[in-house]
Each structure stands twice: as C-alpha cells, then as structure tokens.
C-alpha cells in the first residue's frame, strides 16, 4: 500500500553560527570583529537568513527575511531584485536593521544601519558563488510568471534551466547588492541557568560605546 500524500512539505534549516569571544563579560573596544565571529564564514554554502526591516513610504516598518551574502569585516551585504518593493523602500530611506537568530543556541544579533548600493564587481562574483537553484531563481523573479499557476510555472522554469545550463549564466540585470555599514549591534546570549546576556555597541566619534542591557 502507498503512503498517502503528506498534505504539508517540512522544511528544516540550520543556520550555522561561527564562534563566539571566550569571555562574554570582556566589553570590546570594537564589536566588528566579534559580530564577524559570530557569522559562518563567507565561504560556507548555507548562508545565515536575516530579517531585514526596511521603513515604506508611509513610515511604517516593513520586513522579510533575506541571506547574508558576506561580511567584509566592515559591512554586511546581502542581494536581491532591483524591482522590488525593498529596494523602493531603500531608495527612500536606507536606514535597515537586520536580525538574526540561533533559537537551539540561545543567540540573537541585531544591526541596525544604512544600505547603500554594493559595487557591479561584487553583486557579479556574489551571483557566480550562488547554487545554481538561487541563480535559476534570480532569473524567474517576474511579476508576469508569478502570476502564472504552478504547472505553468515549472514549465517556464525548466524551459530556461535547459537553455541555460549550468555555469553559463551571469547575474540578470536586475540583480543588486546592499552593504550595510552598522551604528549599533546588539549581541544577546541566552542563558539557561540565569539571566539573559545582552551587550549593544553604538557608534560614538570613531570608536563605540558599549552598553550592558537587560533583556
Ligand atoms: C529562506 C528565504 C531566503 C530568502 N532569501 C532572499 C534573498 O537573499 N534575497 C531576496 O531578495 N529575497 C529573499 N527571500 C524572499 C524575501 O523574503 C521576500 O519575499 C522578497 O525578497 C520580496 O520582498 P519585498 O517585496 O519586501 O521586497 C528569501 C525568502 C526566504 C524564505
């Protein structure tokens, strides 16, 4: 006997989390090296999901879950359709926060900071390291096959998977990178047997200021 059709997919995910600063009463001089450490590698296929929370044009916040393309040690990018209604958004107003999670670990980071435009080199290189699953996607990000039924949908797809094999397709031209350059990370450690660890760094003049909170 057949199983039945299992009427919903599961989908699990692991976010990889990097490491953390051996002592987390040590206040930093500078977070950006931490925040770094907390990230997976830019070399590691699964790429941490983020909240990004833009503002719309009547104030209100807005917000989805994008990757992390990379951190340079500076900035955060991450990469998506220029037609979009973020990039609207960041076209306005650039001011973001982005909000990551490892609920098994206890840990959430929050940055909070302006987007500007990443530089063509770098959303290209970004494309080419991208499965070719997310650069056939990059591709059919259409209003007009959205609107189209599944099957309808699957077809067009796997038309333009077979003209364009893999390895030959650059980033469509409507492909865009944002770098995030952070004012204010929030680093915050769960902590089973007391009180949750919350550490904010604010940019002041040149350096930060640190901050423990409670939360
Ligand atoms: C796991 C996951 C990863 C995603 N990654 C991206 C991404 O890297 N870039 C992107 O533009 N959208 C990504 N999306 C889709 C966005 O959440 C969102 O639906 C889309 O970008 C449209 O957002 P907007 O209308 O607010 O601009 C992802 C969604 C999920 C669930």
Same mark, same amino acid.
């Given at each position: 006997?057949?199983e039945p059709?299992?009427?919903?997919v599961?989908?699990?995910s692991?976010?990889?989390? !990097?490491e953390?600063q #051996?002592n987390?009463d *040590?206040?930093l001089p500078?977070p950006? &090296?931490?925040?770094?450490?907390? %990230?997976?590698?830019?070399t590691?296929?699964?790429?941490p999901?983020m909240t990004?929370?833009?503002?719309?044009a009547?104030?209100?916040?807005?917000?989805r879950n994008?990757?992390?393309?990379?951190?340079?040690?500076?900035?955060?990018f991450?990469?998506t359709?220029?037609?979009s209604?973020?990039?609207?958004?960041l076209?306005?107003?650039?001011r973001?926060?982005?909000t990551?999670?490892w609920?098994?670990l206890g840990r959430?980071l929050t940055?909070v !900071?302006?987007a500007? #435009?990443?530089?063509a *080199?770098?959303a290209a290189?970004v494309f &080419?390291?991208?499965?070719?699953? %997310?650069?056939l996607?990059?591709?059919s990000n259409?209003?007009?096959?959205a609107e189209?039924?599944?099957?309808?949908?699957?077809e067009?797809?796997?038309?333009?998977?077979?003209?364009?094999?893999?390895?030959t397709?650059?980033?469509?031209?409507?492909w865009v990178?944002f770098r995030?350059?952070p004012?204010r990370?929030?680093?915050w450690r769960?902590d089973?047997?007391?009180p949750?660890n919350r550490v904010?760094?604010t940019?002041?003049?040149?350096?930060?200021?640190?901050?423990?909170l409670?939360?």
């Amino acid at each position: 006997m057949s199983e039945p059709e299992p009427r919903l997919v599961t989908i699990t995910s692991t976010q990889a989390f !990097g490491e953390d600063q #051996p002592n987390p009463d *040590e206040t930093l001089p500078d977070p950006l &090296a931490l925040l770094g450490g907390w %990230l997976p590698a830019n070399t590691d296929e699964l790429r941490p999901l983020m909240t990004l929370a833009t503002i719309d044009a009547d104030g209100y916040p807005d917000s989805r879950n994008v990757l992390l393309s990379e951190f340079d040690g500076e900035a955060l990018f991450f990469h998506t359709d220029a037609r979009s209604r973020k990039a609207s958004e960041l076209a306005a107003n650039p001011r973001v926060s982005l909000t990551f999670v490892w609920s098994e670990l206890g840990r959430q980071l929050t940055v909070v !900071g302006d987007a500007e #435009p990443a530089s063509a *080199e770098e959303a290209a290189a970004v494309f &080419a390291s991208r499965s070719r699953y %997310l650069q056939l996607l990059a591709w059919s990000n259409t209003s007009e096959l959205a609107e189209r039924g599944v099957a309808a949908r699957r077809e067009a797809w796997a038309a333009f998977a077979a003209e364009h094999p893999d390895g030959t397709l650059d980033a469509p031209p409507t492909w865009v990178g944002f770098r995030v350059t952070p004012r204010r990370i929030t680093f915050w450690r769960g902590d089973l047997d007391g009180p949750s660890n919350r550490v904010e760094y604010t940019r002041s003049g040149d350096g930060w200021s640190a901050e423990r909170l409670p939360g």
